[in-house]
């Protein structure tokens, strides 16, 4: 079982509502990134923090996505409203940041569904 | 933009022969990540690779990075079963964004 945790590992909603996933690191890990996975695709980088600050978001649609890691700690990542083009695995991953070579490891996603 | 590029796409391997998974990328980068998933699976860290030349093997895997031609190997010696999966690569940009390439998916039959 991976040891980043993350919750739902499904939902299902239908288009305009709002949804919110959960995610908590490995602990000690600094940065935090969350990604999308469209099914038969490479995940996507949405936002990446360090500590509780956002880093990178340039691939963050903002109009309709946010993402905040208040304490540095577990982060959580709300869509809305909700567009059926939204339907793919959003994964999170932690990484301990600063040291060479160190990879990202990942939760076993969200796998979200807009009807 | 970095790019990431892995070919083949889908590769259906026979049991005990020899297969490699190729991945190039488009511009200068100072990692290299291979990683597996199962279906419904999160990302398993299989390799990383961090300079030109580097080799590492676990198992039947081997992975290899050649930073002058911008690509990176994955060889599987005698395949596997439990070796179906897809295997992904990412590369790092200079600003610490990984970009993963689609995917191989692997089949192993006997």
């Known amino acids: 079982e991976a040891e980043v945790a993350q919750s739902p590992r499904y939902k299902i909603t239908e288009k305009s509502q709002a949804v919110a996933f959960w995610c908590d690191p490995i602990?000690?890990?600094?940065?935090l990134y969350w990604y999308r996975q469209i099914l038969g695709q490479g995940p996507e980088l949405l936002v990446q923090?360090?500590?509780?600050?956002?880093?990178?978001d340039s691939q963050l649609p903002k109009d309709r996505f946010s993402a905040e890691r208040l304490k540095g700690v577990d982060s959580t990542l709300k869509i809305q409203p909700a567009e059926l083009g939204d339907s793919a695995m959003y994964l999170c991953?932690?990484?301990?940041?600063?040291?060479?070579?160190?990879?990202?490891?990942f939760g076993d996603g969200t796998r979200l569904s807009i009807l | 933009e970095l790019k990431v590029e892995q070919n083949p796409l889908f590769l259906s391997m026979q049991e005990g022969k020899n297969y490699t998974i190729y991945c190039n990328y488009s511009?200068?980068?100072?990692?290299l990540y291979w990683y597996r998933q199962d279906p419904g699976k999160s990302l398993e860290s299989l390799f990383v690779?961090?300079?030109?030349?580097a080799v590492k093997q676990e198992g039947r895997l081997m992975a290899s990075l050649d930073t002058k031609a911008r690509l990176s190997t994955l060889h599987i010696t005698a395949a596997v079963h439990d070796l179906s999966a897809t295997y992904f690569c990412a590369a790092r940009s200079n600003d610490y964004k990984l970009s993963f390439g689609a995917g191989t998916t692997v089949t192993v039959r006997a």
């Open positions: 690779l961090l300079s030109n030349g």
């Open positions: 991953a932690s990484s301990l940041g600063g040291q060479p070579g160190q990879p990202q490891h």
């Open positions: 923090f360090q500590d509780e600050s956002v880093v990178d």
């Open positions: 511009t200068t980068s100072d990692r």
């Open positions: 602990s000690g890990h600094a940065t």
